[in-house]
């Protein structure tokens, strides 16, 4: 099911609550690439143990030792030579081997709709995806789990090749990545299994990649990926870390946005009372989002807000609530508290 989740930039921020009560890491939409960015990745040798799953891990990769340095750019699809074979994508990245993949970003999350990479001076290989492979959703936290299938067509050598799969992502830890370059806190790690089958005359082969993945809504694109694919030829490993990892600078209109606190009236109230604050000027487009003390997005809602006293009417079940009020320039924020 789709969910429609606030197109622009959010900042949930820091809430300090009882020592029953912590911030969870929350994975958005400004952690994905965008056009123009350059990765410089460090390609290893050695495939470490992935770690522990949980909340609160150290994962110490201190040790993996660079065997070559690489890289990712990431263009606007309609500038690639294959633009006309992926009108939906939304971004697109080349990888120092020359294969440029396409990505497409909505409210849903990141789907991968097609590969293109040259061959040789005559021939393209093209894989087009009639069912996108929907891989990541976002927002993401600890715990969010999403499986997706999907099929379509390779083409390449004159050949048309069908196929399809299915795609399996968990998020199992949460906590501080440890890296040659640097160590990284508020870190996710999500554990993704995906098996691809391709059928050419009557005959089906099928491959197999496990892979681990740790980012940080801090940073935009991965921090370090682990993977082992499993094909009918053999087995083969990859594994590579982020060597200087974008910070996310949170803007808008060239201003950063404004973080404060919001003030509700009654708080704590009863699920049917309406609550009331206070906002400074109109608002057409500002979007509430409620979250439990979980990170789990409860309520996601666009809203007019007027210049003065507002009113809302929530109808929660009784407990404590994450309230933001996110709109071109400011996230307000506070915690709502709903008895029996």
């Not at 660079?66 to 990431?74: D, I, P, R, T």
């Not at 082992?228 to 950063?256: A, F, R």
Request: hydrophobic share 35%.
């Amino acid at each position: 099911m789709k969910k429609n989740y606030f197109k622009k930039l959010l900042v949930i921020c820091s809430v300090l609550l009882s020592t029953h009560v912590f911030c969870q890491v929350i994975i958005q939409e400004s952690s994905i690439p965008v056009e123009g960015d350059s990765v410089v990745i460090a390609i290893c040798n050695e495939l470490p143990q992935p770690g522990d799953a949980g909340t609160g891990v150290s994962w110490d990769m201190s040790g993996l030792t660079e065997n070559s340095e690489q890289y990712f750019v990431f263009e606007n699809p309609t500038s690639t030579l294959w633009a006309e074979d992926f009108p939906s994508a939304t971004i697109s990245g080349r990888s120092w081997d020359g294969s440029v993949s396409y990505y497409k970003l909505d409210d849903e999350g990141l789907s991968v709709v097609g590969l293109a990479s040259i061959i040789n001076a005559s021939d393209t290989f093209l894989l087009n995806y009639n069912d996108d492979e929907f891989f990541i959703g976002l927002p993401q936290s600890y715990g969010d789990m999403n499986t997706d299938g999907f099929d379509g067509t390779s083409n390449t050598l004159g050949f048309e090749v069908p196929f399809n799969g299915n795609v399996n992502l968990e998020v199992d830890g949460e906590g501080t990545l440890v890296l040659p370059n640097a160590s990284y806190s508020n870190v996710l790690r999500y554990h993704l299994e995906r098996e691809f089958t391709t059928t050419f005359m009557g005959s089906s082969t099928t491959t197999t990649k496990e892979q681990w993945a740790w980012w940080s809504p801090e940073y935009r694109f991965w921090l370090l990926i682990m993977e082992t694919n499993i094909e009918p030829s053999g087995t083969s490993h990859l594994v590579w870390y982020n060597k200087d990892p974008q910070e996310i600078i949170v803007t808008h209109n060239d201003n950063l946005l404004l973080h404060e606190n919001l003030k509700l009236h009654p708080n704590p109230c009863n699920k049917e009372n309406a609550i009331n604050f206070f906002w400074h000027k109109n608002e057409q487009n500002a979007q509430l989002m409620v979250f439990d003390l979980q990170g789990k997005l409860i309520l996601s809602d666009e809203i007019s807000l007027n210049s003065g006293i507002n009113s809302l009417t929530l109808n929660l079940n009784s407990n404590l609530y994450l309230i933001s009020i996110c709109t071109t320039d400011k996230v307000s924020n506070t915690l709502l508290n709903i008895l029996d």
